[in-house]
């Protein structure tokens, strides 16, 4: 498994150390959010996953998008 943790710029650095990766994912919950988008009727989040969503197939997927329509945003 590849844990990573972001930089002051939000790039994804590489850990293998669990327990590290551990910590810092625990006391970052406010820095995990790199991106947010809204219009009038959508918002779209990107959040830091902090492991590679790729297993190895292909570069590492760190990040996800979800979109809320109107009536449904808040997050």
């Known amino acids: 498994m590849m844990y990573f943790i972001l930089d002051q710029q939000h790039r994804p650095i590489r850990t293998t150390d669990v327990l590290y990766w551990a910590a810092w994912f625990e006391n970052t919950e406010d820095n995990r959010r790199v991106a947010l988008t809204e219009t009038e009727n959508w918002q779209v989040s990107t959040v830091f ?4 969503h790729q297993i190895g197939r292909g570069p590492a997927t760190t990040v996800r998008n979800h979109g809320l329509s109107e009536g449904r945003r808040g997050l």
């Open 49 to 52: 996953l902090g492991l590679d």
